[in-house]
């Protein structure tokens, strides 16, 4: 806890250095851009959080509106810096824009829209990171067979971006290539290749003259990973370029198993927390110790938020997930830049998509908020009403209540409280579902004493309902009446009780690969990719696992083409 402490510190030291010096503050002393003493590079990247990325939009391919995004706009930065973010990141895929031969030329008109949206953020007061961005898989990682030609393209690319923007003020930072890969090469390989790029890299933009002389440049591990021995081997060459203006970047998007719902990963638990304090600590140990400031260039969750598909991740889950970033970002003394190729921010309207889901982010940035094992308490129709009982986790606050809107809930006759566990009373609950309609009837708010609150859905359901069916390996959907439940994960194994479908590693499959809730239409969906890797012939039993608890088993047998599907 006191090196916890002492982290802070040392953080807000350098959060309000940064400040003062790139005029965050008012004060009597000059800014970065006049001032001969620029701040350190920690002290610049601390005052960059926190951050946004500008996905899916100039990295898109073939061209900046191909992934479904809008234009951007001087709007859209106004927005972000409106929000609370004092840093973008800025994507460009530049290989379709150049051409594919020495010189390796860019269009000049491609490189122009670059330049202009990367003043609109300036002028908005952000510091924006410029990179390399779908290169990397394009055309870069074919360096370990096309070694020379690749890296002369290299080299062009990155001598036209440094020339172009040699001049820009000190709160533009370069990033040198995103998640770089390698085709088929070892992990020592990818590692001198990575060192080879990164350096050169370094030598170009340095070379160039202007600002780029001392400009904060960023540097990533092989695919963005935050494992120990890859960020130990950047801390190397961070250590061996003996330049004070370097950055180490990396990527999180939490434990793998959770982020994409497989393997029954669907919660917040133990290991997928540990997953991520020791990935945190790690970053701390191997660069900000060193003194080498940490860019978190993307993080998210693979599978969540999507808006276009069922919510792979379980929403409460998801916000346990940001809370606890937040705090070990900051703990930690890392910068974070929100991964956001349209999932966050809706970019036609310029409004969150789940304000709810940014309050909890926003909140992660400066303070913890209280949590509980549940945003969800079923209520069964079929039944009769029972107390439901939540485990309260305060994250260091106190309880303070529960609320449904502006009214406070009465302790001892809506709810009680013994130790960590909240518990609603059956006289709270037969009220709160009122006419006992499927679905969510009341929503409350457990209020701590700091933080966001913990919204509860108080649901009415019933044990899903599924019938026989026959479709085709192409198209087969289960019918289903989900009377209020939501469908949380799928095992699938045959009848000698192995693993059945694409994860045969595993018996739980993952969500929307190889089954994907389809709520409006009463259906569960079985894809194309799941029957390919069945045994045709054999009966495979699937166990689906609802929100509620409730858990309801299917065959399906695949004769060819032919699936015939039955309620077990």
Known sequence: MAETRRRGVRLLTSVLTALTLLGGLTTGTASAETSHAPPTAMAAVAAMQPSWNLGNTLDAIPDETSWGNPPVTKALFDTIRAQGFRSVRIPVTWGGHQSATAPYTIDPAFLARVEQVVRWAESDGLSVVLNVHHDSWQWIAAITTDHDNVLARFTATWSQIAAAFRDEPAKLLFE????????????AQKLRLLNELNTTFHTIVRGSGGRNATRLLVLSTPSGTPGRPQMDDLATTISSLHDPNLVATVHYYSFWPFSVNIAGYTRFDATVQKDMTDTFAAMHAALVAKGIPVYLGEYGLLGYPDHFHPDVVERGEALKYFEALGHQARINGVTTALWDPFSFLNRDTLQWRDPGLVAQIKSSWTTRSGTASTDQVFVRKSGPVTAQTLTLDPNGSAFLGLWQGATPLCRGRDYTVSG?????????????????????NATLQARFSRGIPWPVSVITYDPPVLADATGTTGSFAVPVRFQGDALATMEAEYDDGSNAGPANWTSYQQFNDAFSPDYPGGAITLTPAFFGAVTGGARVTLTFHFWSGATVRYSVTKSGTAVTGTVS
């Open 176 to 187: 040198s290539v995103n998640e770089p890969a390698f085709t088929n090469a070892t992990d």
């Open 420 to 440: 960590d566990q909240l518990t609603l009373t059956a006289a709270a609950l037969t009220r709160l579902t009122g006419d006992r309609a499927y679905g969510v």
